[in-house]
Each structure stands twice: as C-alpha cells, then as structure tokens.
C-alpha cells in the first residue's frame, strides 16, 4: 500500500509540472487571469462538468468535497485525465484552426475512517496560452505600417488535499485546501516600418503563491424505494492573493539602437472571487441519474491591474470594473442498463450533459463572450478473471463541443476529446484462506 500510495504522489508531482505547459491557444486568454479550467474529472466531463449533487464509491468528485464520503471502503481510486482539442477561429469572415493538447489532472482518494472519505490531487484553475500579430497602416497616407505582436504563457494551478465527513445519515459535509501557484506572462509589442518612430514592448507579469479553500456539503433522500434525491451546495473562499503585478516598458530607438527600460508594480494586485455553487441529482435504482448545477463565480467584486496612459502618462494601477460576474447553468446525465451485470455491455455508462455561461471578462467596456457547450461520453469498465477483484479500472471518454461567441469579438469553436482512467484497486480487503 505504501510503495502505491507513493506512486500516486509522484504522479500528482509530474502533473504539476505537465501543468506548465499551456492548455489553450485561446487569444481571450491575453484577458484576466486567462481562460477558466473545467475542474472536473473525467466522467463529470461526460456530463459536461455536471456533479455538484452526484455521490460516486467508484470515481473521485472533487468539485463537492463532501463526496468523498460515499467512496468505498475497500478502494483506492486514482485517476489521471487528459485532453486534445481542434479550435477554429473566425472574425472578420477569416477563418484559421488551431490544435493542442493538455494533461487536465491527476486525483486520488480513499476511506480513511468510516463515512470519512480523503481525496488529494492537482488540478489546473486557469490556462494561459495565445501567439499572434496584426499589422495595418499607421494613417490614410499608407506610407508607414505598424506590427503589433501579442504572446502569452503560464495560468495558475492548485495542489489540493481534502476531506469529506458524513455527520449524520444522508448529511455530509467536506473541504478542499489547496496550495494555490501559477506565472502569468503577456508581451505587447510594437514596431513600424519607418526608422523615425520608436518601437516599444510592454511585459506584464506575476508570480502567484498562495492558498484556495473550498467547502461542500451534500444532503440525500428517498423519495421511493428505489429514488434517491441528493442536493449539493459548495463555496469558494475568495480573499487576496498577496502577489504583486509587474509592468517593464522597454522602448527601442531604431536609429541609435539605445533602448530604456522603466519598471511600474502594483502591489497585492491579485485576489480570488467568493464562488457559489447549487446542485442537485435524482438516482433512479443506480441505473438513471439526472441533474443540474447552477455556479456564481462573483469577479464583479475583484479589482485587476490595467495599464493606460493619462495626459502623458503611464500608469498601472488596479480598475474596479475589469471583470463580471460568471454565472453558469448544467444540465446533464446518466444512464447504464444494469451496473451489476456480468455483461460488460449491461455495465457500460452513457452520459450527456449541456451548459451555458457568461463570461467573467470584460473587454473593452462591454461584456466578454458567452459560452455554450454540449456532451456526451462514456464510463467503461475493463474486468477480468485477473482483475475484477483486486483491480477494477475504468475508462471515462468524451466528445465536446465549446463555442465561444460575442458581438463584434473573435468567435471560436472548440471540439474537444477528454480522456480520463480510473484506476480503482481493492487495497483494504481482508483475505481469507480456507
């Protein structure tokens, strides 16, 4: 148990670092803290992200900590995500794809006492991640042209350990701690053909370390002999981050080569917005389950570092009307002919889900795209004579389709492929020996 419990860690270390690498090629990335994660595993991705009010023995759902309660007492369940994804972009009737792809997470967890769950695992928040130019003339005359280049790296991610209690029959309540980190890098640069006019470079940057904390509660019911109802709520601590926000202008005289730089800082830029989460499920014998997920995320609330030029001069200094509140709603669900089959046809999970979502951005003054999303995947169990005891892993796999729009913005157009395997072994049975 050791040696494997030991295995799961340094997974969850070289996930950390996979997470350096960027998820998105987004250019709404260049925006806010980047491009918000889905946070969820694989089969909640099924469901496209639906799971605030679902209680899984077999899966890791670390969206509402009090979860962790319902695992089973005989497992330790470890499951590892990833992604690929075709973006197509289009504005101005241009038309350009772009491919990529990303390790999503890596989770775990286990019943440590009884109606005591524990989860731990590292999960991305945001992703940064765009490379692109335009170029134009400077003026009617059309005799000098200007390149303006836009690159950004980086997002911010959480290691995270949590535990989930249940308190008394049906009622269970968790939380997450989560060690909070992340680079954010942006380059604006702009030169012009003609050697009289300087070119200039402005880098932002930020160095976040800090802590998240989420907590989570869940109630469930009967309504009949086979119906189970539960109801989820969750809520995310926002608070200040501690972290400086730094912007180095560096302006190039083409003709003498000499360069300046001048350095502006914006201290304890950054803070986290209180999030609220309500959801609910219906669980029909085990074999259907439907339900829906309405979050807050409240940025509508939380300052951001803007740079502008006021009579002349440069200033950087925190906006108060950046961001907007997020709202998102899911639909989705579950359904598996007879989980306890020995068909393994009969055991296979479908899924579908949909949501919609505003975005937490504001650009330009007016309010960043909004979202809608569609699902569908499925659970599949592998067993054998060899591993249907001892080790029972599944393969969570799902189709999604991501369109971002808004008036007079970029439109883009995500089809994504989620993979996600669960490995759940019997590390607590006892063995007996005729």
């Not at 009737?93 to 792809?101: E, M, S």
């Not at 030029?309 to 989705?332: E, I, P």
């Not at 089959?341 to 650009?363: C, E, Q």
Request: aromatic share 14%; net charge positive; charged share 15%.
């Amino acid at each position: 148990m050791n040696k494997r419990l030991a295995s799961a860690l340094i997974g969850a270390a070289i996930a950390s670092v996979a997470f350096a690498q960027s998820g998105t090629n987004s250019p709404y990335s260049q925006y806010g803290f980047g491009q918000l994660s889905d946070q969820t595993s694989g089969f909640n991705r099924g469901m496209n992200g639906l799971g605030l009010g679902f209680r899984e023995s077999n899966q890791v759902n670390f969206i509402n900590p009090a979860s962790y309660s319902s695992i089973d007492s005989l497992s330790f369940i470890f499951d590892v995500g990833l992604s690929g994804q075709i973006t197509n972009f289009k504005e101005n009737g241009v038309r350009k794809n772009a491919r990529n792809g990303d390790f999503e997470y890596a989770v775990a967890a286990f019943r440590a006492f009884r109606h005591v769950g524990v989860s731990f695992g590292v999960v991305p928040f945001t992703n940064i991640g765009y490379d692109y130019s335009h170029s134009g003339y400077v003026d009617d005359s059309k005799t000098t042209t200007f390149t303006n280049e836009y690159s950004g790296s980086g997002g911010l991610h959480q290691v995270y350990v949590g535990v989930g209690a249940q308190l008394y029959k049906g009622f269970s309540i968790g939380g997450n701690i989560s060690y909070f980190w992340g680079d954010l890098s942006r380059t604006i640069s702009n030169s012009y053909s003609d050697s009289y006019i300087n070119s200039m470079t402005k880098t932002y940057s930020a160095d976040v370390r800090n802590y998240k904390l989420d907590l989570g509660a869940q109630y469930c019911f009967r309504t009949s002999k086979k119906d189970v109802v539960t109801l989820g709520a969750t809520y995310g601590l926002g608070h200040k981050l501690n972290a400086d926000a730094e912007c180095d202008i560096t302006s190039l005289n083409t003709q003498s080569g000499v360069s300046s730089t001048s350095s502006l800082v914006v201290s304890d830029a950054f803070e986290l917005p209180t999030m609220l989460g309500f959801g609910f499920s219906v669980d029909h014998n085990n074999h259907f389950k439907l339900g829906a997920d309405y979050q807050l995320q409240k940025w509508g609330d939380v300052s951001f570092p803007v740079y502008q030029v006021v009579n002349n001069v440069a200033q950087y200094s925190l906006s108060d009307n950046y961001f907007s509140d997020r709202h998102k709603v899911t639909l989705g669900g579950e359904w598996c002919k007879n989980p306890l089959s020995r068909r393994w046809l009969d055991r296979v999970r479908i899924r579908m889900g949909g949501s919609y979502a505003t975005s937490y951005l504001k650009i330009n003054g007016y309010d960043g795209p909004k979202e809608i999303s569609l699902s569908a995947g499925f659970g599949i169990p592998f067993s054998n004579g060899i591993n249907s005891y001892m080790v029972r892993p599944i393969l969570n796999i799902s189709g999604q389709w991501i369109r971002q729009s808004a008036d007079g913005l970029l439109r883009e157009n995500t089809f994504r492929i989620n993979i996600g395997l669960t490995f759940n072994e019997r590390w607590f049975a006892k063995w007996k020996v005729d």
